[in-house]
Nanobody, 123 residues
Framework: HLVESGGGLVQAGDSLRLSCVHS????????LGWFRQAPGKEREFVAA????????QVADSVKGRFSISRDNAVNAVYLQMNSLKPEDTAVYYC??????????????????WGQGTQVTVSS
């Protein structure tokens, strides 16, 4: 249902935009989130947006640098990442959560996950 793209190898201070296309029929009513997982670490919440795009949540670790948006016309959600740091290196996952009014931070509340896209930031 979810396919991420846009990852890659960049230098510290660069920007990347991740995209996730949701092919399911419930896109317009799902909350969508981005999570990341670095080697040896647990999956970490990054950002999420509600179905209408009017409510977002962003992790403190990336606040001011990352932003999330969605385009319901093309069934896509985006993660704009600016001023990247080496500690942002991880596999980034897109996820969809059904039946919630506010985008959740807890990964257990997400029903569907993409395969992930690697982001590597060199110093």
């Amino acid at each position: 249902h979810l396919v991420e793209s846009g990852g890659g190898l960049v230098q510290a201070g660069d920007s990347l935009r991740l995209s996730c296309v949701h092919s399911g029929s419930t896109f317009n009513t799902d909350a969508l989130g981005w999570f990341r997982q670095a080697p040896g670490k647990e999956r970490e919440f990054v950002a999420a947006v509600n179905w209408g795009g009017g409510a977002t949540q962003v992790a403190d670790s990336v606040k001011g640098r990352f932003s999330i948006s969605r385009d319901n016309a093309v069934n896509a959600v985006y993660l704009q990442m600016n001023s990247l740091k080496p500690e942002d290196t991880a596999v980034y996952y897109c996820a969809a959560s059904r039946g919630v009014a506010f985008p959740p931070l807890n990964p257990a509340l997400y029903n569907y996950w993409g395969q992930g896209t690697q982001v590597t930031v060199s110093s």
